[in-house]
């Protein structure tokens, strides 16, 4: 029962730290307008971007963040039930990291609506499967720089990386299944959130990725 309460309170933690949402306060606040309003309407840092790149940096950097800070803290808090073992500990990050991503997704301040969890969930992930994390990271930056859809990126390393966290760190009796598990949710929850890029990508019609303004 106790371990139970411990994974409620982790989780609803992390949904409000996944719930704020950044984009939106700092276009509200230096810019003087609602981001869900402009360009695709989503409140993550590419949508930022289009309205200020160094707002959009700062999105980027505080939406991983915040994945970041609710799996340390999960893993904080679940450290004192350590006699209950590793695989405690581990499913209380992934708890964190999925509700994080959730947060983001579904923001308790924005009417349950928000962005798509990439960046939550990098920054989630991060803290439990950097490794992992970090070659989805590469097959992002590649397919971004060969076609410059960053949506197309965003879908296929989120595709991809239950598929590294399963290479790199599931082994016979690992008790890694817990975060196999969430990360499997939170890529296929980002691929639903993307399906109008999908759509536009089927349809040729998606914005591709410039460094030039205008």
Not at 2 to 31: D, Q, T
Not at 123 to 140: D, Q, R, Y
Not at 174 to 192: E, F, K, N, R, W
Not at 205 to 210: G, L, Q
Request: include cysteine.
């Amino acid at each position: 029962m106790a371990a139970n309460a411990n994974f409620g309170i982790i989780a609803a933690m992390a949904y409000l730290l996944g719930s704020i949402p950044f984009g939106y306060l700092l276009v509200r606040a230096f810019r003087g307008s609602d981001i869900r309003r402009t360009g695709s309407g989503n409140i993550g840092a590419t949508n930022v971007a289009r309205s200020s790149p160094a707002l959009g940096i700062l999105t980027l950097l505080l939406d991983a963040s915040k994945g970041f800070v609710a799996v340390s803290i999960a893993a904080a808090l679940a450290s004192g039930s350590e006699h209950l073992g590793a695989g405690y500990v581990y499913s209380a990050m992934a708890i964190a990291a999925l509700c994080a991503v959730l947060g983001h997704m579904f923001s308790l301040w924005l009417k349950f609506r928000g962005g798509k969890g990439v960046a939550t969930g990098v920054g989630a992930f991060i803290a439990i499967v950097p490794k992992a994390v970090l070659v989805a990271i590469c097959v992002f930056a590649a397919l971004v720089a060969l076609f410059r859809y960053i949506s197309l990126g965003s879908i296929v390393a989120a595709a991809a990386l239950p598929a590294f966290i399963y290479l790199l760190y599931v082994q016979p009796g690992s008790p890694m299944q817990s975060v196999l598990g969430a990360a499997v949710a939170a890529s296929l929850l980002i691929i639903a959130k993307h399906h109008q890029n999908i759509s536009r990508l089927l349809a040729g019609t998606e914005h591709r990725f410039s460094l030039r303004r205008g």
